[in-house]
């Protein structure tokens, strides 16, 4: 139902558990065996005119039911809304409820008492029920790619002489200064060229075909533009995958878009170089 964010009651368990229910045209009333009402609901005046029931009422709105000294609190155990056949299915229900948390960390969360509330619920039920669920696995496969940075120095540190003076340079006339053969520069002088650039990649096989016959996607960004391009080819033969290289420069070209410097991440044959 559109809209409905509420908890369902499940009628069939309370009824199984002895309890009676009682709905009338504004009200429900769940009883025990002996006639004593545990339980006051009200029935909704427009809408979906659904009864409701709340399990947690305010002591000043609802009156408190005593009977005598040998009166029990009840459990709202009997009141679940799922109903599962096993201890193994109830685990595996509250672990993709709670998100397919790594087991050492939800058993911790549960050894801290984070999990209180829900029923059946224990540390000895999860140690021994806890799966190994795809969506576990999935969620961690983000690592850091190794010899991406090297911590061994290849050379000794490199030794500059620290300048007391700073001069003044015109960017219009660069001209360094000056200076006496054989006497080391204490300037340092530095001019960046802007270089356009355009990162691609192609996707892996797609596990079907499409009616195009295509099954791979060249994906290329250019952050002059901010333009994310992707065109598909059919296989990684260099006769399909130099068209599509070929229609994402064109699309560049038409709008006056340069490209310096394309950056990669897949094997180049020789024709791929020839045509970058």
């Not at 130099?242 to 897949?266: G, T």
Request: proline letters at 7%.
């Amino acid at each position: 139902m559109p809209g409905f964010r509420e908890n369902l009651v499940g009628i069939g368990p309370m009824c199984d558990a002895g309890y009676t229910v009682s709905f009338t045209d504004e009200a429900v009333v769940i009883s025990k065996d002996d006639g004593v009402p545990i339980l006051h609901g009200w029935r909704e005046q427009d809408g979906p005119k659904l009864w409701r029931i709340s399990l947690l009422p305010d002591h000043d709105s609802v009156e408190t039911v005593i009977t005598g000294p040998t009166t029990q609190r009840e459990s709202l155990v009997a009141y679940s809304a799922y109903d599962l056949p096993s201890v193994e299915a109830l685990v595996r229900y509250f672990h993709a409820a709670a998100g397919f948390p790594v087991k050492d960390t939800w058993l911790s969360a549960i050894k801290a008492g984070h999990f209180d509330s829900w029923p059946g619920l224990t540390y000895k039920n999860a140690a021994k029920y806890c799966p190994m669920s795809d969506e576990t696995l999935k969620g961690h496969m983000v690592q850091t790619r190794q010899n991406v940075r090297s911590t061994r120095p290849t050379q000794g540190p490199l030794k500059f002489q620290r300048s007391t003076t700073v001069p003044t340079i015109d960017s219009a006339a660069f001209s360094p200064e000056p200076r006496e053969v054989g006497k080391q520069p204490n300037q340092l002088y530095l001019k960046t060229h802007h270089i356009s650039k355009l990162y691609t990649d192609d996707t892996g096989r797609f596990p079907f075909r499409a009616r195009s016959g295509n099954q791979y996607v060249m994906v290329a960004y250019h952050p002059d533009s901010n333009a994310i391009l992707a065109v598909p080819f059919k296989t990684r033969a260099d006769r399909h995958r130099l068209l599509a290289y070929a229609e994402i420069m064109q699309r560049l070209k038409d709008r006056n878009m340069a490209v310096d410097l394309q950056i990669l991440d897949n094997e180049a044959s020789a024709e791929y170089k020839q045509l970058i």
